[in-house]
């Protein structure tokens, strides 16, 4: 039996608790072991788990505290037939050059037993991060990639 809307709902809200965790093993612990994380916009080849844990070991130490929620004007949007749910979120966090806050679309694929995500589309503000990043790396000389 597919999973239910509510326990799609349910696996996206697990996603989201995961990320305010913000830990490498909290954020990969709501993942199939294939699951495949896609940054847009932009050409990056998608990551697996191992791939984007590397990237978040370098990210946690930068960007702290990182706090993630859902946008409260825009509900999730749930496609019980494809297990699929599009979120609007926001997020907020702590940098030595002072406040990092982005928007997102995150678009994720729970899989069949509806416990564990199988893939991740997310869609940022790119300008708002690069601008972030350069700022970031002039000011602290850190780098993020």
């Not at 708002?128 to 990043?133: D, H, I, P, V």
Request: hydrophobic share 40%; charged share 20%.
């Amino acid at each position: 039996m597919p999973p239910s809307r509510s326990q799609l709902i349910a696996t996206a809200n697990a996603f989201i608790a995961a990320y305010n965790k913000w830990t490498v093993p909290d954020i990969l612990s709501i993942r199939s072991p294939s699951c495949k994380h896609h940054v847009l916009p932009g050409k990056n080849p998608p990551r697996n788990n191992q791939e984007f844990g590397e990237f978040l070991a370098g990210v946690i130490p930068v960007i702290r505290n990182l706090r993630m929620q859902l946008v409260d004007t825009t509900p999730m949007v749930v496609d019980v037939e494809v297990r699929r749910v599009v979120m609007h979120l926001t997020s907020t966090a702590e940098t030595d050059v002072g406040p990092y806050g982005n928007e997102y679309f995150f678009v994720v694929t729970v899989n069949e037993d509806g416990e564990r995500v199988d893939e991740i589309v997310e869609f940022l503000d790119k300008a708002y991060t690069a601008e972030f990043l350069s700022r970031l790396s002039r000011e602290t000389g850190q780098t993020l990639g």
